[in-house]
Every structure is written in structure tokens, then in C-alpha cells.
């Protein structure tokens, strides 16, 4: 194959040298690492978070196929784990409907949309498209957070007494709009939606975010001959 | 001990595998890149092909295990669900051999264009004739499969025949409730807010209308072969869902909205048995709605019998209200009201 | 911000993928907030927005007025696009690998961005065929009929151009490439089964059933994760400098889709024979019960798979911190820009100043040079693309 005829930079990647954009600033430990505003920090933050995640909601998928598979069998490492909720060995009804419901939520969500958009949005478009970071990198940093709180959430309506949410990961009401329906539509179904509020929030930040860097015109010099140009496509 | 050994052999296995990957790691290292390369395009070009026998070998002998426990074999066990089963294979026909062509294409893309010594890929950024001629003709495709099936829809959803027979359906946590209008043909008003589970009346039904004085409620659906039945559809607490896989039917159970749908049953509950060979088959009714942890319970059953056996099932039937009110002069149990009212709509 | 150059036809396709995921957001989620916020008012405040004419528990209750459909219409306006903001960047992100491991331009992009944009606009407007047999108005049923299959025009053309990507192209296996070529394969299965179900009478049928299990799990859980794994495996380096094992990866990758085919392809049978999704146990149901070997098999081949995934977790972590460090700079040979910042990118990316962009991304193998990155200016003869 004939050589490539590209321009690429030599510079190693010298740790300490900043760009005369930004200001000298000394990161912590704290704000390099924790609430980071370096986009690629945060798409690998959004990325571990949503492994985890990722890991757990699979982990719900192992328990409940094991009902599903052998629904005469008991397994009484499942009752050691699970107490009440695995009675005898057995996954009781409550506890499926449980798993079904946060498997969806999880994978849903948590996973396939920050795991996926979250972690690749950030890490991708400025790189791509040549920036510097995103448009806002406090906003992306709080897209990160509120990410991260809404886990928190989630996780904890997993160890309430009443269980979390279980009417299916639609949360269809009446049935998720009724303690008495449903235990899962006790106090953990508010979890869930608190939790997902918080999601809302976390996505809407990161979506503005990156629609703003994509689209703002950094193109001094591009006269519209130029487009023009390029778009025959 | 079981689950430890489980465990340990489990771990075991990854270390294993860990240990081979770390070393091929090393080999490919020490081969060099463009050696390393070239083989694992060898091999995965090779796995390509492989996998598309493999799949397809794998649909076809899938097919051959489980065609036969889909409903296909038997048919439609209600007229208008015969169109279903049209639609599905239309369906299946044209989104198969879309599915084989292409995936034949993509892996055998995959083995066929493989990195080569001294061929150079082709630059082929775009062609105009190509993109539409695979924007119409999927788009033809998908026209003829909206049209059959939206002709279908419309007779699905479309009012009953004037001689269908109405029965009630009610979806609760966790059962079905039936009622009949009995021989005055109409069904007495009911409301939730009549309920009374303690005094018998768990549906809610207003004892004060004439009109459910002959209304029977029971716990299983019985139905006569080739008349249309028209199910109105109710629920008391949670959605729920009236699903009829045999007659291919099935419509929402939505508290404070009625639904209704209608099908003409085309074999009764014996024949049925002859036809799938089965004898404990029976038409189960099963709710299709997660309505929380007693959703998998919810199983009504349906009985279709010939009109005649109907006919006396029917007559022997007792109405709610002579049970509730077993002393009320308003008993409809008379000869009186019996002899006045029409046998309705059922022929 | 898109550094000097970079017009929107110069983008790569992952973000324009990206982009549209973003407005597809941004619109859709604010209406499930609004969903979960009225449902926090019914369920705490007293309020009847979803809810009446209900007897729970023995209980009268006094909700009147409300409409549990209500809901529905309002989840699914987020549900259907959410869907789409799953599957857009696996897409984009396929788009890409394909090319770069083709060492071709990825076919149509003109078409792929239109079909992208054709996909966003369709996604807003088909979410009641989730609802079909809600009781809705037929009129109304037939119409999201006709605008859900439409949506499945873009779709072909997508899977289409990326066949013609491959064909005549230099194919290099890496584990990236093979989950690229697994998602086309997924995405073709998963969106011919929405063919069946996008047709209302026929979801009469399928509604709540296996099939409807079977089509979203290939669609989202097994394509839209293949693109998340391709992603990672291609950009891994320039994330943390150093390589996945490549063994690992072709051992994720191939017991990963042989075990997905083997998880969902049968559950379409469960579906045809009308068996309901999320039920625990259908020990008591004549006519479900058939089911109970399939049922078994596609648990144990979900364990399987789910082991498998945990060594790629691994392979994940360790390669952090041991994984073999990255040389060069543009292990792929590839055109698009975050390739020429250095190995490991501090803050603001680009030490000097950002590269200027002169052309698309998807120059390869042409005019005889295996690659010409963005930043290379067009030279005064050579051909337009």
C-alpha cells in the first residue's frame, strides 16, 4: 500500500501543557477526577457507571430466567441472598415482577441511553468535530451528577420493604398508581420516579450541551461557495 | 458445597481463558502486526461463513421444533382470525426472503471482501440509482402490507353483526368475571361505585334496574359455535387485558372505559381437541396486561359448544338476582316474565 | 464549536447520529417527565389525572375523570423516540467502523444523514402503535399503521448502504468491526420483526406476547449493545492508551451473537403461539405449557452469555491499567480528527492549535492512497467525491 498523506501532530501527550485558551489552572484531585468538566472524563465516568449498571440489570435478567427455566426447581442459595423475597428457594411472584421491571429500567435507561449517548456524545463530538470541550462543560459535568443521583435513587427503592417498583418497566397506571394494587407501587414506584426525574434532568442537560457545540458555527472564512462546494455529495 | 464447587470451577475457566488471551496477546505481538493481522482475518472471515451456515442450518431445524407449537398447524379457531394467519404468512414470506438475502450478503461480504494482498478497496462514496431503487421497491413492499392489513383492521374494529350475542367480560386482581344479559337481551347498568363484595355484588351491578333482574353471572365463558360474539370489556381495578390466542383476538380491560371486540367462533371446545390432538385442550382466556403479582393466575375459561348444547346450557343458567334476592317478589324465575320475553339474538 | 472547515456535510456520521439523538432527547423527555410528574400528584396528592372508576382492594375509590390511556400516550410519546435515541448512536457509530475497517467511504452518506433525519422526524409520530388494542379509535390506528411502517423506508436504506460499504471493500476483522457487522445482522432480524407488529391487526395477535420480547431485545438489547461494544473497542485506545485484548474481544463477540440468536430467535415461536410476556409461571396454562423445554434452553444459554459478558468486563478494567500500550497514534488508519490529538489528550484536546478540516471524513482508498484524513487540504486535481 502506498504511504499515506496525512498531517498528523508529533507532540506526545505531555502531561502539564495547556493550551494559551485556557487559563492556568491547578486541578485537585477533586476536580480533575470527581467533578470533572473535561468531557472525556465524563464520557468515562458515564461509561463505568453505565458497566455497572449494565452488570446489575443482567444480573436481574440471570435471576428471573432462572424462574422462568425451571419453575418447579428451588435453589436455596437464592433465599440467602434474597430472604423473604426468595422464600424456600423460590423467587416468588413479587420478587419477578420486581426483576422484570427494574432489568427494563436499568437496560433502558440507565445503560443503552446514558451508557450509550452519555458516553459517546461526550467522549466523541468535540474530538470529532474539533473543539476544545463542549459548549458548556459545568453543564456536562452536572449532566454526570445528576446521572449519578438518580443511580443513587434507584438503587436505594431496590432496598426498601414494599420492594421497588414492579408493574413492568411502562409503569402502566392504575396498577403503578396503587399501594394496594401492587406493593411495588408503594414507596418504591415513587423512588423510581423521582429517580427518573432526575434522569430527565441529567439527559436534557447533556442534550443541549451537545446540540449547542455541533451546531454552533465556528467557520470564519467558510463562504457559502465554499459549502456549496463540499456539499455535492 | 455444590455452589462453591460451581463457583470455583467457574473461576477456574476464566483464568483459563485469561491466561490463552494474554498469551496470544504476546504471540501476535512477537509475529508482528501485519502477520497478526492477516491471520485474524483469516479466521474470523472464515467464522463468517460458518456462522451464516450455522444460522441459517440453526432457523431451519428451529423451525422444525417449534413450527409445530405455534398456532399455525391448528388455524384460526375464530372466522375473522383466519385473516391473521393470511397476514402472517403474507408477511412472513416477504420479510423472510428479505431476511435471507441479506444476511446471506452481509456475511458472505464480510468472508468474501476480506483484506487481500495488492487489492485495493474500491472508492464508491454514492450512487444515486441504487439509493432509489432501494427506497421504492421496500417502499411498494411495505404499501401492499399496509393495505391488506389495514383492510383487515378496519373489519377487526368495525361494529359486530346485528345477530352477535353479547357477553360481559370484567378483568379484576385476580380473575374474570362473565355476566349475560339473560332473555330480556340487555345488560343491567352497573357501576363501580355499587360495588359490594360482602353482600355478593362484586361487579357493582344496580339491582334496582329491570334490566339485570335476569342477568347471569358466572366464572367461565360459554359460547355457541358460529354465532359472532360481542364482548364488552371492563375492569374494576387495573388494566388488564382479554387475550384470545386461539381465536387471535384481544383488546384492553381499562377501568372507567369500556371496550368492546367481536369474533364468530369457528370449532367448539370437542372438535378443537380432534384438531390439535390434544384432550385437555381447552380455550383459555388470558390476561395480557401486567396487572401485578397475580397476572400469570388470571386464566379464564371459554367453552364453545354446538347452539343446541348452548341453547340448554343456557336455559339452565340461574340469574344473579334470584340468588341475591332470593325472596323478592321481582324474582324473575316466573313463568310470567319467562313466556314474555324473546329468546334475543340467539339462533 | 466544529473547528474551521468542518461544515455540517463534513461531519462524521457518528455525529450527526449523535445530533439527532440529542434532539430526539431534548423533545421527547420533557413529556415523561410530565407523565411521572402527574403520576406522583395521583399517587400522592389525591389527583385524578390517570385514574377512574376503580374498586382496589376492596376499596371504592373516589378518582373520577382521569384516563389510565392518558398515560400511555404520554410514556409512549417519550417511549418510541427513546428507542430511537438507543438505536441512533449504535448506528452512527457502525456507520463509522464499518467504513474505517472497509478502508472505504461509507456508501450514501448523503442518503444515511437524510435517513437519519427521516428516522428523527418518524420517530415523534408513530408512538400509539404501542397502543393498538387499547380500544383507541380505529381511524386513528390505521394512521400510526401507515407512519410506523413508513419509518421502516430509512431503515432499509441504512442497512442497504452499509452492505455496499462492504462490498468490493478491504475488510479488517478487528473485534470493533465484528460487532459493526453483528449490529447490521441484529438490526436486520429485530427490524423485520417490527414489520409484524408495526401492522396493527397482525399485533392484535403478537401484542404482549414473546414476539414483541423477541423483536425489542434483538432490536435494542443485543443491536443497540453491539454498537456500544464496537464503540468501545474502536476508540478504547484513545481513551485510555492502551488496547483490549483483541483475543477477548473475538471470544465476546462470537459466543455473544451465536448465544443472542440462540436466546431470541425461538422466543419468536413462544410468540405465535400467543404466550403472554411477563408471566411467572405457565405451568397451568394448557396452552402455554408446551413451552417448558424452550423456556430452559434460552435460560441456560442467558447464563452462558451473561459469563461471557463478565470476562469482557474484565478485559475492561485490567486493560486500564495493563492492557498493551498504544504506539502509534492512529492505530486504525482512520480520517476523522480525534485521531490527531496526542495519545493520551489533556484538557482542550489539541496542544496548538485545532486542526482545520478541508475535507469529508470518508476518503479511502482513494486516488491510490489508503487514507487522506480531514486535514488534508484537496489537491488542485484531484477528483470530487
Known sequence: MSTTSTSTTTQSAAHGTHDAHHEHHHDTFITKYIFSQDHKTIAKQFLVTGIIWAFIGGLFSVVFRLQLGYPEATFPILEDFFGHWAKGGKIQPEFYYALVTMHGTVLVFFVLTAGLSGTFANFLIPLQIGARDMASPFLNMLSYWFFFLASVVMISSLFVQTGPASGGWTIYPPLSALGDASSGSKIGMDLWLVSMALFVVSSLLGGLNYITTILNMRTKGMSMTRLICVQRE | ?347 | MRTKGMSMTRMPLTIWALFFTAVLGVLSFPVLLSGAILLLFDRNLGTSFFLSDIVVAGKILPNEGGSAILFQHLFWFLGHPEVYIILLPAMGMSSEILSVNSRKPIFGYMAMVGSLFAITILAFLVWAHHMFVTGLNPLLGGVFVLLTLLIAVPSAIKVFNWLTTLWRGSIRFTPAMLFAIGFVSLFISGGLTGIFLGNSALDIHLHDTYFVVAHFHIVMGVASFFGMFAGIYQWYPKMFGRYLNNTLGYIHFWTTIAGAYLIFWPMHYEGLAGMPRRYYDFSNWESFKMFGGLNQFISMVAMVVFAVQLLFIFNFFYSIWKGRKVRELNPWGANTLEWTTPLRPGHGNWPGDIPEVHRWPYDYSKDGHDFIDQTVPVGPNESQH
Request: aromatic share 14%.
Open chain 2, 1 to 347: 458445597m455444590t455452589d462453591f464447587f460451581l463457583v470455583a470451577i467457574l473461576v477456574m475457566i476464566f483464568v483459563v481463558i485469561f491466561q490463552i488471551a494474554k498469551a496470544s496477546e504476546y504471540v501476535s505481538v512477537l509475529k508482528g502486526q501485519e502477520k497478526s493481522r492477516k491471520q485474524n482475518n483469516r479466521i474470523n472471515g472464515f467464522l463468517m461463513m460458518v456462522f451464516l451456515v450455522l444460522g441459517l442450518i440453526g432457523a431451519w431445524y428451529c423451525n422444525e421444533l417449534y413450527y409445530g407449537k405455534t398456532l399455525f398447524p391448528q388455524g384460526s379457531a375464530s372466522v375473522e382470525g383466519e385473516k391473521i394467519d393470511i397476514m402472517l404468512w403474507i408477511t412472513i414470506a416477504v420479510t423472510g426472503v428479505v431476511f435471507i438475502i441479506t444476511q446471506i450478503i452481509l456475511f458472505y461480504f464480510g468472508f468474501k471482501y476480506q483484506e487481500k494482498d495488492n487489492t485495493r478497496a474500491f472508492y464508491f462514496p454514492h450512487n444515486n440509482k441504487l439509493e432509489l431503487l432501494w427506497t421504492t421497491v421496500p417502499a411498494i413492499f411495505l404499501t401492499v402490507l399496509v393495505a391488506f392489513g389495514l383492510k383487515y383492521w378496519f373489519i377487526f374494529t368495525s361494529d359486530p353483526p346485528s345477530n352477535a350475542i353479547v357477553v360481559e367480560v370484567t378483568g379484576h386482581q385476580f380473575g374474570w368475571d362473565f355476566r349475560y344479559p339473560g332473555n330480556d337481551g340487555v345488560l343491567g347498568k352497573k357501576s363501580y361505585k355499587l360495588y359490594n363484595q360482602p353482600a355478593g355484588n362484586s361487579l357493582g351491578v344496580d339491582f334496582n334496574d329491570s334490566a339485570s333482574f335476569d342477568d347471569i353471572h358466572l366464572t367461565e365463558m360459554h359460547i355457541p359455535k358460529g354465532t359472532p360474539v360481542k364482548l364488552v370489556i371492563n375492569a374494576m381495578d387495573v388494566i388488564h387485558d382479554v387475550g384470545l390466542s386461539h381465536f387471535r383476538m384481544k383488546m384492553d380491560a381499562v377501568p372507567g372505559i369500556p371496550t368492546t371486540m367481536w369474533f364468530t367462533p369457528k370449532y367448539t371446545t370437542e372438535e378443537m381437541k380432534k384438531i390439535t390432538s390434544n384432550p385437555n385442550f381447552v380455550y383459555e382466556l388470558s390476561c395480557d396486561q401486567i396487572c401485578g403479582k397475580g397476572h400469570f393466575t388470571m386464566r379464564g375459561i371459554i367453552i364453545v359448544e354446538e347452539p343446541a348444547v348452548y341453547q340448554a346450557w343456557l336455559k339452565e343458567q340461574k340469574p344473579e338476582y334470584g340468588t341475591l334476592f332470593p325472596d323478592n317478589t321481582k324474582n324473575t324465575l316466573t313463568t310470567d316474565s319467562m313466556s314474555k320475553a324473546p329468546i334475543a339474538q340467539i339462533k
